[in-house]
């Protein structure tokens, strides 16, 4: 029974990988569609500034030179733009190949609330362990491994002792010249092995072994889970700091991108202070929505390392 209820522990956990696996595909790919949204407006914002350029060189107000920085740029970008719309297949192929469908099925991804464990709702570290050690489905398949191997090594001891038998029959045979046609046996007796060449002893201590290796293992077992759940911990509490320095960032740049855009058509400020001012906004937009997906992987990962059932969280 311990064997069995082990074995089914370790679909449950097989179920929760898998889990883990499809939630940390599908936050990537709705991460990759965020970068490609990124990237298009970058490309719009350069295609806008081109624009502009191109009708300041054509009135004489600038050189050639900012008009060709420009294009160059806006080159740049579409070459990016093109990687990531390639990354964005790849992550919906890998979501189809996840979910046994063909690779070329159209996926639409929803997004995904930030509200699962982060902020408030994240227990604190000690507490996150102890759940851990009470819920990890990997502890309890070892801890029912332990009891069988705890159990086989006392049907193994138990051939040290003398086994008792008891043996009954009855016979009857129709016969006329028979006193007695029907006869009752009855055999009674004990089974003593003065000697089996240590076999007994070597199957009890092959046994014993296994459990000390299982209680070793369960050791090392719940080390590592207490480091997944730290590392878990402080990924969440990292995201979460990046978000907040990040969110304000992309307000400042895009007012930063209006003031030097305006500088620009007015013909105070220069081309290279537009691009740098388009390249800071994308690199703002860029980090927070990192950062935004990094903190829903680091979650499910956390939820993962302290046991919770990801199937019924993520329902």
Sequence with gaps: KSIVDAKRLNIDLTKNIVALNFITAYFELL????????????????????????????EGVITKNDLLQAEVRLSDAKQRMLTLKNLRAIGASRINNILSRPLNTAIEVEDVPLTAISGDKLPVLEKAWTNAENQRLELGIIDREIKAAELEETVKRSDYFPKLFAQGGYNYAEN???????NWSIVMGINFNLFS??????EVSKVRHRKEQLNEQRKKLADDIRLDVE???LDIRNAEEKIRVTKDAVAQAEENLRINKVRYEEGIGTATDVLDAITLLTTAET?????????????????????????????
């Excluded at 990124?38 to 719009?44: H, R, T």
């Excluded at 935004?292 to 969280?313: C, K, N, P």
Aim: proline share 0%; net charge positive; no cysteine.
């Design 31 to 58: 991460e990759t569609e965020k970068m490609l949204v990124v990237s298009k407006k970058e490309v719009a914002r350069l295609e806008s500034h081109r624009v502009a350029a191109r009708n300041l060189f054509n």
């Design 176 to 182: 006329r010249y028979q006193l007695q046609e029907d």
């Design 197 to 202: 060449g240590g076999s007994t002893k070597a």
């Design 231 to 233: 590392k878990n911990y």
């Design 287 to 315: 980090n927070y929505y990192r950062a935004a997906y990094e903190l829903r992987r680091a979650e499910a990962g956390f939820g993962y390392s302290i046991g919770t059932d990801l199937v019924s969280a993520y329902k």
